[in-house]
Nanobody, 126 residues
Framework: QVQLVESGGGLVQAGGSLRLSCTAS????????MAWFRQAPGKEREFIGA????????FYADSVKDRFTISRDNAKNTVYLQVNSLKPEDTAVYYC???????????????????WGQGTQVTVSS
């Protein structure tokens, strides 16, 4: 059973930064596509970006690519989301997701991932 545990959320003022972490309980972390999503109250879960297992590349939703950065440490089974210049509209629950040797066709959608963390709350005050 794959478990994903996120951490690093919290309350931050607008303009601030946070680094979220997601650690996976898997044997071959490098073979997992890892992604970050977020869900604000009353809204659908939104793709933020992903770190791809086969190429090592990262890609992002246009809405965040100038402020958010994904990185991964395969030795620690951990993927990170650095979030900078936070805005009140970034307030959401942030989720980590994973898929073993995921299909890049579905890389930016929920259906592309079959393992999810419990989420970590990020609240940005104005």
């Amino acid at each position: 059973q794959v478990q994903l545990v996120e951490s690093g959320g919290g309350l931050v003022q607008a303009g601030g930064s946070l680094r979220l972490s997601c650690t996976a309980s898997v044997r071959t972390f490098s073979s997992y596509a890892m992604a970050w999503f977020r869900q604000a109250p009353g809204k659908e879960r939104e793709f933020i970006g992903a770190s791809w297992w086969s190429t090592g590349s990262t890609f992002y939703a246009d809405s965040v690519k100038d402020r958010f950065t994904i990185s991964r440490d395969n030795a620690k089974n951990t993927v990170y989301l650095q979030v900078n210049s936070l805005k009140p509209e970034d307030t959401a629950v942030y989720y980590c997701a994973a898929n073993y040797k995921g299909n890049i066709v579905y890389s930016n959608s929920r259906q592309g991932y079959n393992y999810w963390g419990q989420g970590t709350q990020v609240t940005v005050s104005s």
